[in-house]
């Protein structure tokens, strides 16, 4: 009897306090929108070349950008001497940073959010086979998507100033164009998607649109200042009118009803502006009236 009750307790399986209790792992991914990258080596590399394990194609990011060091501590960053640097949640890395989950990794332009993930299948120890997974955090351990592109955006105009305002102080209208132009669109397609662009990304994008009206002589950039601050309900600020009004003398086709449709709005609300938005109501009443007057007088 008591052997057979000693081979029942053998087949019973272990508790928790055994030891041999399956542990869950987590593996530190990078994301790009729907892209997932895995980080499952020691060491990899961040570029445009192919060689790098992982390869991102913006102009702005040198062949061998960056570097990940994977170790059980978790996961360090350091740049590879690159020209545009590499920045973790806006600040410039020097040496070696060791990723958070959540942290926002800007590459040139590209930005990439660190997290981890947990591994579809558990392992009966702490370590993996390499012994490189992080210690263990949420699931989930992404920021929300609607702060993220706040973030991206601010992140991505920061990085391409210097860049553009050279290429505009050169004359190089078109190089700036070609340099900045998706970004001004995808703040914009954020605000009308009712996705939030704070104040500064909004003034920032509206100041190089009116920038490249003037750089390349195409008024559309002045109607997607216009547009964007529409679908964000705000007034354009003083300053960007004033420089529109001088570009109209000299860059035609303005779009009559961009403009008329969002002064319109702006008139339905005028009581609930403050007294400087109203003034810059006026000036952009009279920017319209400019703008009628000279497409009905042709060239």
């Known amino acids: 009897m008591g052997t057979e009750r000693a081979e029942e307790r053998a087949a019973e399986p ?7 209790r399956a542990k869950r792992r987590f593996i530190p991914v990078l994301r790009q929108g729907v892209t997932e990258i895995r980080l499952d080596r020691p060491v990899l590399t961040v570029g445009r070349s192919t060689a790098c394990e992982v390869q991102l194609t913006s102009g702005l990011v040198s062949r061998r950008h960056a570097r990940l060091t994977l170790s059980q501590l978790g996961v360090n960053v ?11 949640n806006s600040v410039r890395v020097v040496g070696s940073v060791r990723l958070k989950p959540g942290d926002r ?4 332009d590209e930005v990439l959010y660190f997290g981890e993930i947990e591994d579809e299948a558990p392992s009966e120890t702490s370590d993996t086979v390499t012994g490189l997974v992080p210690p263990r955090v949420q699931r989930d351990s992404f920021i929300d998507d609607d702060v993220a592109v706040a973030t991206r955006s601010a992140d991505v105009f920061q990085l391409l100033a210097s ?6 102080a050169l004359g190089r209208g078109d190089e700036a164009e070609r340099v900045i132009a998706m970004h001004l669109q995808a703040a914009l397609a954020d605000a009308v998607a009712g996705r939030d662009v704070s104040l500064d990304v909004a003034r ?12 390349t002589g195409k008024a559309l950039w002045m109607d997607h200042a216009v547009k964007l601050y529409a ?3 705000l007034v354009l600020p003083l300053a960007l009118v004033d420089e529109m009004y001088v570009l109209l003398r000299r860059v035609r086709g303005l779009d009559i009803g961009v403009l008329r449709g ?3 709005d702006l008139k339905a609300r005028a009581q609930a502006l403050a007294p400087a938005e109203r003034f810059v109501l006026q000036r952009l009443l009279g920017l319209e009236r400019l ?4 497409t009905s007088a042709g060239p």
Do not use: H, I, M, P
């Open 78 to 88: 350091e740049d590879l001497g690159s020209r545009n640097g590499v920045y973790v």
């Open 231 to 233: 679908a964000l309900g």
């Open 163 to 168: 860049v553009v305002d050279k290429a505009l």
């Open 14 to 20: 272990r508790s928790a306090e055994s030891g041999l």
């Open 262 to 264: 969002y002064t319109e």
């Open 291 to 294: 703008a009628s007057w000279q």
């Open 105 to 108: 990794l800007s590459v040139g």
């Open 204 to 215: 920032t994008a509206a100041g190089y649109s009116v920038k490249l009206a003037g750089a």
